[in-house]
Nanobody, 121 residues
Framework: QVQLVESGGGLVQPGGSLRLSCTFS?????????MGWYRQASGKQRELVAAITSSGSTNYADSVKGRFTISRDNAKNMVYLQMNSLKPEDTAVYYC??????????????WGQGTQVTVSS
């Protein structure tokens, strides 16, 4: 069983930075999962912000390219989202996600509880 716990959210001024962390546990087979960060702003659909494979390949939403960086440390069972040049429109609840990519876990999804990021002056 995979369990995810996010941390690092909070209030930050526009142009500021914040680093989110996600701890994943419950399996030693980290290569079975791609990791991602999603966010959901009030009244909007949840959207993919960034994703990373077990080997380090990444992809980002166009809205955060050049500002956000996703990384993972499989030895520490951690995934991170470094957020720079934050904008008010980045305000949302951010969720850590683990997506199974190898059978028998392919197709499974695990979610953290979410951490609030508020960008406001």
């Amino acid at each position: 069983q995979v369990q995810l716990v996010e941390s690092g959210g909070g209030l930050v001024q526009p142009g500021g930075s914040l680093r989110l962390s996600c701890t994943f546990s419950g399996s030693i087979f980290s290569a079975y999962y791609a990791m991602g960060w999603y966010r959901q702003a009030s009244g909007k659909q949840r959207e993919l912000v960034a994703a990373i494979t077990s080997s380090g390949s990444t992809n980002y939403a166009d809205s955060v390219k050049g500002r956000f960086t996703i990384s993972r440390d499989n030895a520490k069972n951690m995934v991170y989202l470094q957020m720079n040049s934050l904008k008010p429109e980045d305000t949302a609840v951010y969720y850590c996600n683990a997506k199974g990519v190898i059978i028998p876990v392919a197709g499974t999804n695990y979610w953290g509880q979410g951490t609030q990021v508020t960008v406001s002056s």
